[in-house]
């Protein structure tokens, strides 16, 4: 009989002090605001202007992460990133990254970030709406439309 009194005491001392996390977890004043965008307003951050082949809107630029809006039509140049995950889904069209290999002939822009040149021994992917993939720092990529196709994505890039 003890052993239960004992049992129900603790539960009795644990189940007081939840409420108490609860409620600062639940009913802390958010710092943010609440940020919404109707789609015509995402749509037209993406609208490639004419002439153009790239169009981009970064949307969150903070120190540790930013979160940018792309369409592409045509080839990118190759880039490597040596701080940053890139985390992309894609919204809409078709198109391709190329990953991988080695990226020769690049320039070195600072702060790890290599541009331009070719990737040698590549993997090319083929991308469609819904699709994700995560390229970790380091390895470089090629994003591009298929001909006849724009590729619009989302990209979260987070620093390592």
Same mark, same amino acid.
């Given at each position: 009989?003890?052993?239960?009194?004992?049992?129900?005491?603790?539960?009795?001392?644990?189940?007081?002090?939840?409420?108490?996390?609860?409620?600062?977890?639940?009913?802390? #004043?958010?710092?943010?605001? $609440? *940020?919404?965008?109707?789609?015509?307003?995402? !749509?037209?951050? @993406? +609208?490639? &202007?004419?002439?153009?082949? #790239?169009?981009?809107?970064? $949307? *969150?630029?903070?120190?540790?992460?930013?979160? !940018?809006?792309? @369409? +592409?039509? &045509?080839?990118?140049?190759?880039?490597?990133?040596?701080?940053?995950?890139?985390?992309?889904?894609?919204?809409?069209?078709?198109? @391709?990254?190329?990953?991988?290999?080695?990226?020769?002939?690049?320039?070195?822009?600072?702060?790890?970030?290599?541009?331009?040149?070719?990737?040698?021994?590549?993997?090319?992917?083929?991308?469609?709406?819904?699709?994700?993939?995560?390229?970790?720092?380091?390895?470089?990529?090629?994003?591009?439309?298929?001909?006849?196709?724009?590729?619009?994505?989302?990209?979260?890039?987070?620093?390592?």
């Amino acid at each position: 009989m003890h052993y239960w009194k004992t049992c129900a005491a603790i539960g009795a001392l644990l189940m007081t002090g939840l409420p108490a996390v609860a409620q600062t977890a639940l009913h802390s #004043t958010p710092t943010d605001p $609440v *940020v919404f965008q109707p789609a015509a307003e995402v !749509e037209a951050m @993406t +609208r490639l &202007a004419d002439g153009k082949t #790239t169009a981009s809107k970064i $949307v *969150v630029d903070h120190e540790n992460y930013f979160i !940018e809006y792309v @369409t +592409r039509a &045509a080839n990118t140049q190759a880039e490597a990133h040596g701080h940053w995950y890139d985390y992309v889904h894609v919204l809409a069209g078709e198109g @391709t990254v190329t990953y991988g290999g080695t990226q020769e002939g690049g320039r070195d822009t600072g702060d790890l970030e290599v541009r331009g040149g070719t990737l040698v021994g590549a993997k090319t992917q083929l991308l469609h709406a819904g699709d994700r993939i995560v390229l970790p720092p380091g390895v470089p990529h090629l994003f591009t439309g298929t001909p006849g196709h724009t590729l619009t994505y989302l990209i979260f890039k987070q620093r390592r």
